[in-house]
């Protein structure tokens, strides 16, 4: 059973950045780059849950919204899934999800295939 914990969140002004960070435990095979996908979504107030970054076998893909300024990377020896957020804007406000899909994986962003998540954390972003 994987168990996925997300860690600071926050607040920052518009044109900050933000790093989010997510501590991944319970595969059975160990953690790695090949047989998951790890990624992260995110979800506003009265708008639906999103698929924001995903990674893949060293693939990354990133939804059109955070393209250019958001990265998705990993840490398998620390089992830690991270996504950097840079130039972040007011929408970009919202509750963030580490999430996996295990045991098998289409690609990073195969969304509806996401079956493990964390709690989320909140990201605030001012104007």
């Known amino acids: 059973q994987l168990q996925l914990a997300e860690f600071e969140g926050g607040s920052v002004q518009a044109g900050g950045s933000l790093r989010l960070s997510c501590a991944v435990s319970g595969f059975t095979s160990g953690y790695s780059s090949s047989g998951y996908c790890m990624g992260w979504f995110r979800e506003a107030p009265g708008k639906e849950r999103e698929g924001v970054a995903g990674i893949y076998g060293g693939r990354s893909y990133y939804a059109d919204p955070v393209k250019g300024r958001f990265t998705i990377s990993q840490d398998t020896a620390k089992k830690t899934l991270y996504l950097e957020m840079n130039n972040l804007t007011p929408e970009d406000s919202a509750k963030y999800y580490c999430?996996?899909?295990?045991?098998?994986?289409?690609?990073?962003?195969?969304?509806?295939?996401?079956?493990?998540w964390g709690q989320g954390v909140q990201v605030t972003v001012s104007s």
């Open positions: 999430a996996a899909a295990a045991p098998l994986c289409s690609g990073p962003s195969s969304w509806h295939e996401y079956n493990y």
